[in-house]
């Protein structure tokens, strides 16, 4: 793995991203939650380009990012993530929202609301809570499935190291975190139809 994958873009606060965005000089702006996320509250003007798409199309994507690129996620984790992948394809002028939309939220900034549904986080607490909570509960019966929560312990500890979550990757593509059609050519195509509009 080279330098630039593992470096960390630049980071941006809410309140300088807001600047730019109202001077007209905003960057384009790259939502990397799932589409159910995106749905239920992003930035206006953002673009959603889900995570495990953006890894997996890195290289096509990166021939129609050619602006600057302000990458956002729920908190920053996974928008670091993104911005590793899109700095190793040799994309320049990327930065991440510093806290996300959680801190774009705080910040008072515009938000565009759809229909509320459970951000992947909160989907990843509920599922690994549950599974170790009827482990414990049923390993009263049969002893050996107390070792279920500690596979699942081991692997939120795992996920914490890494910034990485399997579980979460999963979650992500249950057609409930899907929403509406997200992919590629439909991506493609809004890049390139906000481009000609700037140009």
């Given at each position: 793995m080279s330098t630039s994958e593992t470096a960390r873009p630049a980071t941006l606060d809410a309140g300088a991203l807001r600047?730019?965005?109202?001077?007209?000089?905003?960057?384009?702006?790259?939502d990397v939650r799932t589409p159910a996320e995106f749905e239920t509250s992003h930035i206006p003007g953002a673009y959603n380009v889900p995570l495990d798409l953006l890894r997996e199309h890195r290289e096509e994507l990166r021939n129609h990012l050619a602006d600057d690129v302000v990458l956002i996620c729920r908190s920053g984790g996974r928008a670091t993530q993104a911005g590793q992948a899109l700095?190793?394809?040799?994309?320049?002028?990327?930065?991440?929202?510093?806290?996300?939309?959680?801190?774009?939220?705080?910040?008072?900034?515009?938000?565009?609301?759809?229909?509320?549904?459970?951000?992947?986080?909160?989907?990843?607490?509920?599922?690994?809570?549950?599974?170790?909570l009827v482990s414990i509960l049923a390993s009263v019966?049969?002893?050996?499935?107390k070792?279920?929560?500690?596979?699942?312990?081991?692997?939120?500890?795992?996920?914490?190291?890494?910034?990485?979550?399997?579980?979460?990757?999963?979650?992500?593509?249950?057609?409930?975190?899907?929403?509406?059609?997200?992919?590629?050519?439909?991506?493609?195509?809004?890049?390139?139809?906000?481009?000609?509009?700037?140009?």
């Amino acid at each position: 793995m080279s330098t630039s994958e593992t470096a960390r873009p630049a980071t941006l606060d809410a309140g300088a991203l807001r600047e730019l965005i109202d001077s007209g000089q905003g960057p384009r702006l790259l939502d990397v939650r799932t589409p159910a996320e995106f749905e239920t509250s992003h930035i206006p003007g953002a673009y959603n380009v889900p995570l495990d798409l953006l890894r997996e199309h890195r290289e096509e994507l990166r021939n129609h990012l050619a602006d600057d690129v302000v990458l956002i996620c729920r908190s920053g984790g996974r928008a670091t993530q993104a911005g590793q992948a899109l700095a190793g394809a040799g994309l320049p002028n990327l930065k991440i929202l510093d806290g996300g939309m959680l801190a774009w939220q705080v910040a008072n900034a515009p938000v565009k609301h759809g229909a509320p549904r459970w951000d992947l986080e909160r989907q990843v607490r509920l599922v690994a809570g549950s599974i170790v909570l009827v482990s414990i509960l049923a390993s009263v019966f049969v002893p050996g499935l107390k070792w279920v929560a500690g596979f699942i312990g081991a692997g939120l500890t795992f996920a914490a190291v890494t910034n990485t979550c399997a579980m979460g990757m999963l979650l992500g593509k249950l057609p409930y975190n899907r929403g509406a059609s997200c992919d590629l050519d439909t991506i493609v195509g809004q890049l390139h139809e906000s481009a000609g509009g700037r140009a």
